[in-house]
């Protein structure tokens, strides 16, 4: 796949040996760097001072009292906590890895290279290309429990829907939130492993083929290894995305019914922008980043231990 | 193979300075917003909330700005984003509005945190303002804060009970009363809605009623209204002094509320779990419902397919409003809220300011407003009590009678206690209620489950015990407060 | 065998139009929400058939016309964001691309990581941020803050581009006496022009799209798209055909540059990693 790449920094190695020439390539990155780190570490450092004081808009305007954790203690003991942190786990593992299958099987499909198809790869693209909010609005009409779309063709189906309508029953809500990020990003997995699973060389998997192996060996055992690294990186990138999500979550059902889905995401924006509890969302947010970053730290670990860059 | 800046023809040299051009103009216009006449002396900037009242107030403006020479900058926002701009600017200290929509639920925070001024000083100074001719019950929940009157209200709205007359008629039961009474409580209200269950009207199925379930302000708005009438407190002594913010949810009228709303909620479109404030109102429009009851401005929204078409619902002829039920033997009360206008204190224009909240809350333009056309008659959320006996208004809103008897029973500040930190405390009673609709938990369990969890967000908020200073605030005193300012 | 082969591609065109029917018809829904009378919205069966009328879209551009401002606001911040990010993005993705560097992986990874930050909860901070710098309400404020989003997307894409020029142009330049400037300037940027508009467009979309900066960030006359979509959704009442319309509005752009650039789709929103 790295085919293409050039190793080059040799070939540029450099002549003189002034300040500007031995530390150039940190100067290129450096601005983008201190601008990168100018806008994120501002609002974290913001974050961790606030987070120790008892600071809420709706009492008074400025940080009333030093309370060292307690705005931790209250953010880990709040009512919706627990209900947050699994319906988030639940979203980002589950949604990406029905994602990643659903997007592998219609790759697979693709790949077919049937005349006309390239037509259907094109416009597949398009959910992805809608603003989150606007896809919150699109399925708050689909779900509609008088007249909505969704609801017609289930009861058509003679699927039971819910008396209460899809979103209004515990039973199926989180998994309605779940399948508008599946709508909307599957077609992402699809275009991104059908491209890669392209640049496979055929000779490859033609040499297989003359050993008897059969389609889902060579899936399972060369295809798949050899588009190893693409497959760790959007699946990162989408559980990144998933964890933070909150406006499908704000449009569609506000975490409701009772704490059905209610997302970490969610619990931020009220904590913050509902309740203006600067100090509590403050601690939320230091939690949330942590536990993102363990995840996050931990699969780049063991995925991208052996890769050379 | 050299290259050499130098060397740059005169032709690319001509393109990169024009490149260079434009991007330096266009980063300048980055800059500064488009923010023709900002500066000037002569404007006054307005944010509102898009709720009905500022589609006809924004039809009036032209009058205004011809009257006072002051140019309007209008900006309306949903309530989400209204809030969330209003706090970001005052916590920013900046001068983003010359004129505020406030919600009643906020008035206490912002006038505490010195985020709006008083207008004590301007009402006191102004001869013609006849502040005398507002609801007081309104001025008293909605615009007074430690005994400051800090916004005036654009529209007030009470609750009511809105019901089908065709279907009455036809299952010959009798209409509810458009003058509160003893008889008509909400025993009897629950009793007329069973009579509707399990019948058709028009060859469709009917559902007696249609609640709220939607958390976290939807269903605490609805529910609030019963447990009020109820006699429901939220708080060991709120606003009497001294100020003692114990929650009291474990009080025999909140336990009997939640049985109640239940009840409605059985006597409900199951989809209604998820309503929020209009889709009860949608719901109603469309026709299959019997009887319910909700914020005033849905008197009239019901009227209307859609909410900015003015296009006219099936419901439009068929539909009349009756006066609240009440609870046996408790002294009934009203929910108010609604919305007001205030001037915050980082503007430079706050005379600007007062100018356009006197304008806008005057009787002369609530009148206009109720009169515009357009939207099939949209707005008669009056708080001055002179349009409640004006015949042209009342030609065109009938109801105007029995929504005036529900404001004079109103005292928004027991409904929902306008405290600091009250959202916190909204979104766990919301919750909880929401679930008590679709479980089967006992309500006296959950509400102490509630109860312990209020207490701990409000002794995380600072608010038990309450080291503030108290203010015994009272219908009276606010009586006295109009009579000494409305003496000018 | 032919009969199964036959079989088989009838069974991939079903497939194939399947997923159009599942991804796309909601898409077509909507759309038709936008064009449909208000009445027929919420009939049950859904209507396929009715009277297209332009009434929503012409609420929203011309008369009032709420959204025609907010479609330009949404135009010039997306471009600010994009044109702010190039002079930041470029040159450290040549860095990347070129140069030998100590944690390499590293730095690369830590761009990505940028992307685990919950905005949401960063708007307080945001807003007082600009806030003390003065810029509260203008497009710069938006357009700085979705640096976080555009820089680490451009320079991982750019960078990708940027390894595909043979090093032997740059090698040969070098012999010739030429500053690494010059060559950056004068070889490789020329080659990659291709490269930086297709990163452009994207981060164009991503900036598009942002609804969470410009909630806090945008005043009445710097509002974007879909906070416009929002202002539909009021407490008093919902209109769909509005909402639908101004999205369909939000739509259009992102869908024609990711229809335009189809065969760069892949690479950008692999940010870079998947050549496609």
Known sequence: MHATTIRSQRA?????????????????????????????????????????????????????????????????????????????????????????GLGLTIALVLLKALPGMNVVRALLILPTTIAPIVVGFLFRYLYDPGGGLLTWVLQSLWLPVPAEGILGSPTTALAAILFVDIWQWTPFFAIVLYASLLSVPDEIIEAARLDRASAWTILMRIKLPLIRRTATIIVMLRFMQIFNTFDTVLVLTRGGPGTSTRTLGYSLYEQGLVNFNVGLVSAQTWITVLIVNIIVALYVFFAFRNEEW | MTFDIGNMSRRNMLKSASVAALLASSAGALVAPRRAGAEDAKTVRVLSVEDPFFFSMKAMIPEFEKETGIKVELESLSYDALQTRLVSAFVAKTSDADVIAVDQMWLGQYLDNGWIISLNDYIAKDSDIDLADFIPEVLYSSNMWRGQIATLPVAAYAQGVMYRKDIFDSFGIAAPPTKASEDWTWTKYVETLKSLEGKSFGGKPLFPTVICGSQPSPITHMFTQLSASHGANWFKSFPGAPWDFSPQLTGPAWAKSVELYRQLYKLSPPEAINYVWFDAGTRFAKGDIGMFYWWTPYFYLVKNNGYMTGKKSDVMDKYATAALPKADGVAQTVSLGGWSLGVPSSSDRQDNGYAFIKWATSKATQKKMAEWPDLNFQFSDFARKSLYEDADVKAIYPYLDVQYDMMKQGNGKITRPPVPGYTAVESVLGLTLNQLLTGSEDPKTALERTNSLFESILKGNLMIPYQKESFADTLDGAKALIGTLGKA | MARAKTFYTALTYAAGLLFLAIFIGPILWFLALAIRPAETAFAMPPQLTFEPTFDAFRHILVDPGTNAPQLVNSLIVAIGAVLLNLPFSVPAAYALSRFKMRGKKNIMLWYLGLLMAPPIAFLIPYFVLITRVGLQGSYLSMVLVLQTLTIPFSVWLMKSFIDEVPAELEEAARVDGARWYTIMWRITLPIVRPGIIVTSMFAFVFAWNNAAFPLVLSSRSTATLPIGTLGYFATSGVTWNYIAAAAVLAMIPPMIIFLVFDRYVVRGLTFGSVKG
């Open chain 1, 12 to 100: 540029l190695a450099p002549v003189r040996r002034g300040f500007v020439r031995r530390n150039l390539p940190y100067l290129l990155i450096a601005p983008s760097v201190i601008m990168l780190l100018a806008l994120i570490a501002y609002p974290l450092l913001f974050a961790l001072r606030s987070s120790f004081y008892f600071w809420n808009l709706q009492v008074g305007p400025e940080p009333m009292a030093f309370v060292g954790l307690d705005n931790y203690v209250q953010a880990l003991n709040a009512f919706d906590f627990r209900a947050a942190l699994t319906n988030t786990l639940i979203l980002s593992v589950l949604g990406t890895a029905i994602e990643f």
